[in-house]
């Protein structure tokens, strides 16, 4: 029984190129969640999706930031254009379908560095 | 505006003592709080939750204890074992009523040290 799967767990990319960070849910989950934690802080939310749907992305940047979750695949972080300060580690959380309050599992994160 | 704050950013205890992280929300919306350790470079791996309808869940070494009016929460860990060394983070969540999404609110964060 897989757990949540990201990747790649290192990413590094130039300024002003894209940064595609990927996550496949556990087994029968279809709630996924995008966190960031940047050095030295607690993880921020960043968009709550479920299979095609974002349901909340209060938390993402208004600019260069888009998520996904397609009927089949991972969902997919992408980053345009990134910028030194885009660099931290990102992680995907899934949670069971039609749960109600339970903990979400996390992947291992990928850690993207901007240089 | 940090809804969740952990004020201490480390701890050390000695193995066998009782270790205590604090946790203090502000959002009087939140009824559900987790912990999470983590160690580097890994994800966090979930430890303890408890929902607020209760004041007090135990699993093994580890007790959450929540007080409503306070607005806070404490993790017990008894004893203390050096592979406890970890960061905690603290976390909680409005559900999945009433429109709120489930999404976690982290705090900061408490490094803790077992010393052997």
């Known amino acids: 029984n897989a757990g949540v799967m990201q990747n790649p767990r290192h990413l590094v990319r130039r300024r002003g190129q894209e940064a595609r960070l990927r996550c496949s849910p556990m087994?029968?989950?279809?709630?996924v969640y995008w966190y960031r934690q940047l050095p030295e802080e607690g993880l921020k939310f960043m968009v709550y999706?479920?299979?095609?749907?974002?349901?909340?992305e209060s938390g993402m940047p208004k600019e260069r930031f888009s998520a996904e979750f397609p009927k089949e695949g991972p969902s997919i972080l992408r980053i345009q254009q990134v910028v030194r300060g885009d660099s931290a580690a990102y992680f995907c959380?899934?949670?069971?379908?039609?749960?109600?309050?339970?903990?979400?599992?996390f992947g291992q994160g990928t850690r993207l560095t901007v240089v | 505006d940090q809804q969740v704050k952990q004020n201490s950013p480390s701890l050390s205890v000695q193995e066998g003592r009782i270790s205590i992280l604090n946790c203090d929300y502000t959002?009087?919306?939140?009824?559900?709080f987790l912990w999470y350790k983590k160690y580097p470079a890994e994800g966090p791996t979930f430890l303890i939750s408890?929902?607020?309808?209760?004041d007090k869940n135990e699993d093994g070494r580890f007790t959450v204890f929540l007080n409503k009016s306070a607005k806070h929460l404490s993790l017990h860990i008894v004893p203390s074992q050096p592979g406890d060394s970890a960061v905690y983070f603290c976390?909680?969540?409005?559900?999945?009523?009433?429109?709120?999404?489930?999404?976690?609110?982290f705090g900061q964060g408490t490094t803790l040290q077992v010393k052997p």
């Open positions: 959380a899934s949670s069971p379908l039609g749960s109600g309050n339970t903990e979400a599992f």
């Open positions: 087994k029968g989950h279809s709630h």
């Open positions: 999706l479920q299979k095609e749907n974002i349901i909340d």
């Open positions: 959002n009087s919306m939140f009824d559900y």
């Open positions: 408890i929902s607020s309808i209760k």
């Open positions: 976390a909680a969540s409005a559900g999945r009523g009433s429109g709120n999404t489930g999404k976690l609110i």
